[in-house]
């Protein structure tokens, strides 16, 4: 989407280094806000909600901000990376307290093979899609497809995360001495 908006490429190497390291400091406020609330679902819905969220607008930013899409596109790529790393050390200690630890070997092997295969998959049906529309002539229209699906798709996640079981006791959280 970057190429696709004309980004330089120091605009492209900022975009793939400055979100993951800025939306880390999600886990830190996770662990705070976990201490504070006493809740992990929450937050972690909370999470997956701001990633869904962020594609829409994400989106829109070459017809609503041509002159400022990569600047946003890259607040927006910080914001959208934050979400699952805000959820993240919640969703280690709700899993921890789910899966009996003489499980969580094989369910976690088998979590990531079908993880990997489905982002795979994904990866490769967002290629076609981008191509089909490129043909055509209708780039744009292929990536605002795609960003709305995404964000269908963790929508339903979201949804799937919120039905989870959350037994009280242990959150992710900082420790104060």
């Known amino acids: 989407f970057a190429v696709y908006l004309r980004a330089t490429t120091a605009q492209i190497g900022v975009l793939a280094a400055l979100p993951p390291l800025l939306a880390s400091l ?3 406020a996770s662990a705070w806000l976990g201490r504070r609330l006493g809740k992990r679902r929450e937050i972690i819905v909370f999470g997956a909600l701001l990633q869904a969220g962020v594609l829409v607008p994400l989106a829109l930013l070459p017809v609503a901000f041509p002159d400022l899409a990569v600047p946003l596109l890259i607040l927006c790529a910080i914001v ?9 050390p919640q969703w280690g200690s709700l899993m921890g307290d789910l899966v009996p630890e ?4 094989r369910f ?8 990997s295969l489905a982002n795979f998959s994904a990866l490769i049906l967002a290629g076609f899609l981008l191509e089909g529309f490129d043909t055509l002539g209708f780039t744009y229209w292929g990536f605002v497809a795609l960003f709305l699906g995404a964000a269908v798709l963790r929508l339903a996640s979201a949804w799937h995360l919120h039905q989870m079981h959350d037994p009280p006791g242990h ?3 900082l420790e104060m001495p």
């Not at 959208?80 to 993240?88: C, D, E, K, R, V």
């Not at 976690?108 to 993880?115: E, G, M, V, Y």
Request: hydrophobic share 40%; glycine share 14%.
């Open 26 to 28: 999600a886990q830190l």
């Open 80 to 88: 959208y990376f934050a979400g699952p790393n805000l959820g993240s």
């Open 102 to 105: 003489t499980h969580r070997g």
């Open 108 to 115: 976690f092997a088998l979590r990531t093979r079908l993880s």
């Open 171 to 173: 959150v992710g959280a």
